[in-house]
């Protein structure tokens, strides 16, 4: 799967985060040539860590809000592909530090935007943004990518303005060369490796690994729940369509699972504790739920008829893959279980996408 990458120089940002680690892994499996740029991981345990990547990578420590190391580190190792994912990630970090999410978030897309614009070698960018860029009205249906932009927390405000830049680019510089830009939204992705504060699996896990009770803020918050590979492997596609200079494909696209994913975080909960094979729940309701919305859906319509992408893993599925990792990591190769993973889910595309 995926051979266009073979050989080719691939730069990533945010790499040693979660979804920037496994994006990492699964294009080392191809064959790819990795330029990492991110700040320092934030845990001894995340993937990126535990899977030994610094050492298969070429690996670059800097903050996306400095154009000029930047757009340096991207003129020297030349490469013909970028994936941007370096962000502040988390709304209720937003809500401490709007400042610096807002700086990481906007003007770092604008600085990578820039130095790809300036770059004699890189042929497409991918910004990797969220589904919480749109001005989420609580509705039943998955938002399209045509909906409104919003955001009434400065994280989602962050993202969505960086939607605006994207957008602003694509119609001023980028309408008529061959340089290709896109965004991708999905959010509420789970999976090994993952021990990001306040988010509801790793909040699970440490609970579980210290015999504690699980604490669920929000119990009736609902989300698109998908392994990171589901989105990865869309981000993936796509990039294969823009090395092979298709301009159709230019634009925004949603990333999710289908409506059968759509839990509420106790249910998931749930489902999390019967995977693990233990534990207990409680919950402390109106713990910060004015900073979150409770429900929230994608329409990925688009990728499944324009890009022949579809998501392959049910709910049971996807936490299944997700507990996997963290009931063995500390007695495996996490590089090597990870490939093994990402096998097993290469082998279902091909299974699930021949019917």
């Known amino acids: 799967m995926f051979e266009i990458y073979q050989n080719k120089k691939v730069f990533i940002t945010g790499h040693t985060g979660f979804k920037g680690s496994w994006l990492s892994l699964w294009l080392l499996k191809i064959g790819a040539e990795i330029i990492g740029y991110a700040l320092d991981p934030q845990n001894e345990k995340d993937n990126y860590v535990l899977a030994e990547l610094e050492h298969k990578i070429k690996d670059f420590r800097n903050d996306i809000r400095d154009y000029t190391k930047l757009a340096n580190v991207i ?8 994936f941007h994912l370096a962000a502040q990630p988390l709304v209720l970090d937003s809500y401490k530090d709007p400042h610096y999410t807002i700086e990481t978030n906007t003007q770092g897309t604008a600085n990578i935007i820039e130095a790809f614009r300036n770059s004699e070698t890189v042929k497409a960018l991918i910004v990797i943004t969220t589904d919480k860029v749109y ?11 045509t909906d409104r932009l919003g955001g009434k927390d400065p994280y989602s405000a962050s993202k969505a303005a960086a939607e605006l830049l994207i957008s602003s ?10 340089k290709l830009l896109v965004s991708v939204r999905a959010g509420n992705v789970i999976g090994g490796g993952d021990w990001s504060e306040n988010r509801i699996v790793p909040d699970c896990i440490k609970a579980l690994e210290r015999s504690e009770r699980i604490i669920i803020r929000n119990p009736h918050a609902t989300r698109p ?50 995977a693990y094979g233990m534990g207990e729940y409680i919950i402390q309701n109106n713990m910060n739920s004015q900073a979150e919305a409770n ?22 599925e996807t936490i299944d893959f997700t507990i996997e990792w963290y009931k063995n990591y500390n007695s495996t190769n996490v590089f090597n279980f990870c490939h093994n993973q990402i096998t097993k889910y290469e082998e279902l595309w091909k299974l699930r996408n021949k019917k």
Not at 135 to 145: A, D, F, K, P, T
Not at 169 to 178: A, L
Not at 236 to 248: A, I, V
Not at 295 to 316: E, R, V
């Open 75 to 82: 003129n020297t190792e030349q490469p013909e592909i970028i």
């Open 225 to 274: 729940w998908q392994h990171v590979l589901e989105p990865l492997g869309g981000y993936l596609l796509l990039g294969e369509k823009l090395l092979q200079n298709r301009s159709e494909f230019v634009g925004a696209w949603n990333f999710g699972p289908y409506l059968s994913n759509v839990i509420n975080v106790k249910e998931l909960v749930k489902k999390v504790i019967i």
């Open 135 to 145: 001005q989420n009205n609580e509705r039943e249906w998955g938002y399209q990518e």
């Open 169 to 178: 680019y694509q119609k001023s510089f980028f309408n008529n060369n061959n």
């Open 295 to 316: 429900f929230l859906s994608l329409d990925i319509t688009k990728a499944i008829n324009k890009l022949s992408w579809k998501p392959l893993l049910n709910i049971d």
